[in-house]
């Protein structure tokens, strides 16, 4: 069956739910995962010319950092449960572009992620990053609510 799980995680408290189902169906397939998240690029405007030197380098740094301790987190429950587990951070200004792509490149066969279960106007306006998948992915997707 499947053998190689994308776990797209982005911190929130419904990632995780994702993280721990998905973690679970790879225990009982015998699966390998790779956890990833996806960090959007910072945009920092500079008012009237003015810039603070080391400013964006900071703030990109410490996005970086949280990024990294969620994946070090999530990759210790996988260890835990006893599956086969990397991890991966990835810079994109639209993380499911991102998702697809690395779930694609990296000889995933399934990817499992949560949906925030947004609807109507909310889903429109905001947008679904599990959606997107949905709509882009030729790789199968398991959508967790």
Known sequence: MYQHILLPIDGSELSQ?????????????????????????????????????????????????????????????ARQAGVDCATHVHEESQPYVAIVDYAANAGCDLIAMCSHGRSGMAAMVLGSQTQKVLAKSKLPVLVYR
């Open 17 to 77: 739910i994702g993280l721990a189902r998905g973690i679970e169906l790879a225990q009982a397939l015998r699966a390998k995962v790779t956890i990833m998240t996806v960090i959007e690029p910072l945009h920092l405007s500079a008012s009237e010319g003015v810039q603070l030197p080391g400013v964006h380098q900071q703030l990109r740094q410490q996005s970086r950092a949280r990024a990294q301790a969620w994946l070090d987190a999530a990759a210790e429950r």
